[in-house]
């Protein structure tokens, strides 16, 4: 069973920054897109930034030039730049990817909390 294990989330005062990362235990084959999405408490699930095997991105608004994905198709991995970070990017962040068959693998989660 493959997973996901994201590392990097914690503690950051507003206006910093923090790097995410996501790494699979096993090679996906067929990867379509990898993705970050986040939970704030009493919020749905939402995407954050997602990118394709192609390179094309797509961010949320409210993440749109403080936010970079990149991922390194070869390693599996896929990771979230976070940058000038607000109050409201409190929550918990999660890794996704999806295979051309259309098959969802997720991380485990890891927090962020943004606080001064």
């Known amino acids: 069973q493959v997973q996901l294990v994201e590392s990097g989330g914690g503690l950051v005062q507003p206006g910093g920054s923090l790097r995410l990362s996501c790494a699979a235990s096993?090679?996906?084959?067929?990867?379509?897109?990898m993705a970050w999405y986040r939970q704030a408490p009493g919020k749905h699930r939402e995407l954050v930034a997602a990118?394709?095997?192609?390179?094309?991105?797509n961010y949320a608004d409210s993440v749109k030039g403080r936010f970079t994905i990149s991922r390194d198709s070869n390693k599996n991995t896929v990771n979230l730049q976070m940058s000038s970070v607000k109050l409201d990017d409190t929550a918990v962040y999660y890794c996704?990817?999806?295979?051309?068959?259309?098959?969802?693998?997720w991380g485990q989660g890891t927090q962020v909390t943004v606080s001064s």
């Open positions: 990118i394709t095997l192609g390179g094309q991105t």
């Open positions: 096993e090679t996906i084959f067929n990867i379509n897109a």
């Open positions: 996704n990817v999806v295979t051309d068959d259309w098959h969802n693998y």
